[in-house]
């Protein structure tokens, strides 16, 4: 296939625009003036393919689409229109927002034009490419997941203007917040231009999170008004602080949905290529969302690809976390870890040295591949999540479980080593860290769907009470318990992630679903934060980045710690295998750095160097040498 670029690329006074559509009969490039009006131009096919069409005096800003034509039979994979104004796959940017309408989704020849619902793409002037540096994350770090809009939207100290955009990130408040938890990246979620599902708009709701994608190029402009330039000068901003940027990239589906979705891009120009298909011509659809992109097809790889160098040339990010990410290696046999798409990332000159984040699960045949992903990936770990929540709970037989998570996750990721694990409590979807220990079941209902929605089973706990309690019993024992949880995972090797808010209690009201929650559920409000747990968060983020041996990616291997009881003798077969079993000393062999685990219900002195340490109930406490 000729390598030629895609999208519209300028070369003096000539614009080439390339789409691959190799079923369709025509192709048009659609120009719209200041007006509305548009100016149709006949694309040529090559004979790969590929449909281009060179014109003289497009100017940056000049707003463009695409129209398809050709077959229309859906049972057969067919859906040329050229009634439906389409996204170009490519497009750099966007002139706004998606939005709903029911002709987007209407049969050919129903639903009229969709020029007027659909955001045209702009062509740009690409930025200078950014220098090559490496990327300034390293395993064994923090990483700060942050929902851009919902992170400022509530921040007394960001400017009203900017709040909910990806400038806001690069605040000297926020700047300041995310060196205080000595964040080593923040990992955004997904800031490229969605959709909402259809059924939220009947119910006045609207997808908050953004893993709805149509476009794997332009940025959405709720998120970055100021488009690239935007994106790359905060990165810029938080690289001089210290700090990466992770892009969280979803490849697995696109917004077009089931055969009753849209019709916007993919799907207008080569849906049986761009899409997994069963034998009977009906979409795959692993991810639960409706379609499944087809990640083996040579041409999809390279769009992937090529959005992925995008992200890194014009923006200079650290790197990526991928969204349901065995999609990227299902072959027919299933997942594989050396799939043409996984193999061609780690060789990439421009995407090798890059993190990679593997979410590593998906609802597909054979869709739960943690640990399966292999150097260099970084892979999300709810075995860690899981776990380490049965602990704190009081579940009974957890003690090996825990140290084991503790130590690196040596029988999922290998016993020598690096570990690959990302550590995690807590993330997007799920209870916030505080509604873990105030919630003992989901309360979903503001998203409309009975409450059906989300993980039914959290391992969770309220402390006696079902959500908000003016008991200062029971809110003494919920930050307790929020800084035991902060504790352990900042004391875990491996990397660490913190989902934005939960260093200071957030609460979502007991959503653990709040996809659809672009208001107050969503937002964090910063008026709230627990002070008294921010600065336990504070401190234990200072406590890891001056002892190395915390932060240290290194698998915990025999020797490297004792694992003791609270007397100060070794644990044995006995007591690892007591189920009412629920405290140890972890001491570190080479520094004497000892994290002492009191997770019973009553406090406890440990003997620790020939020193007594108290320990309260249900907490950590780190004695150094």
Sequence with gaps: MNEQAFGPVRAGATTSFAAWAPDASQLWLCLFDEQDRETRLPMLQDGTGVWRVHERDIEPGTRYGLRADG????????????DKLLLDPYAPAIDRAFIYGAALAARRGTGGDTASLMPKGVVTEPLPTVAAAPPLFRPGGLIYEILVRGFTMRHPDVPVGQRGTIAALAHPAVIDHLKRLHVGAVELMPITAWIDERHLRPLGLSNAWGYNPVSYFALDPRLAPGGMAELRATVATLREAGIGVILDMVYNHNGESDALGWTLSLRGLNNRDYFRHAPDGALINDTGTGNSIDCNQPMVRRLIRDSLRHFVTQAGVDGFRFDLAPALGRLAHGFDPHAPLLDELRSDPL??????????????????????????????????RDDMRRFWRGDAGMLGAFATRLAGSSDIFGGTGDTRSVNFLAVHDGFTLADLTSFERRHNEANGEDNRDGHGENFSWNNGVEGKSDDPAIAAARRRDMMALLSTLFCSRGTIMLTAGDEFGRSQQGNNNGYAQDNDIGWIDWDARDHDVQSHAFAL???????????????????????????????????????????????????????????????????????????PARSIIWSRA
């Excluded at 077959?71 to 067919?78: I, N, Q, S």
């Excluded at 590593?360 to 892979?379: A, C, N, S, V």
């Excluded at 041996?549 to 025999?558: F, I, Q």
Aim: glycine share 10%.
């Design 71 to 82: 077959r229309y039979d859906p049972a057969a994979g067919y859906w040329f229109d050229p």
């Design 541 to 615: 983020a200072a406590l890891r980045a001056d002892r190395g041996e915390l932060s240290d990616p290194a698998m915990l291997a025999d020797g490297d710690v004792d694992w003791l009881d609270e007397s100060g003798r070794a644990l044995d077969v006995a007591q690892w295998e007591d189920p009412e079993s629920r405290r140890l000393a972890m001491r570190f062999t080479q520094t004497g750095l000892t994290i002492c685990v009191n997770g019973a219900d009553q406090p406890c002195v440990f003997r620790v160097d020939g020193r007594d340490v108290d320990v």
């Design 351 to 384: 995407l090798a040295d890059r993190v990679m984040i593997a979410e590593p699960w998906d609802i597909g045949p054979g869709g739960y591949q943690l640990g399966r992903f292999g150097p260099p990936w970084l892979e999300w770990n709810d075995r860690y």
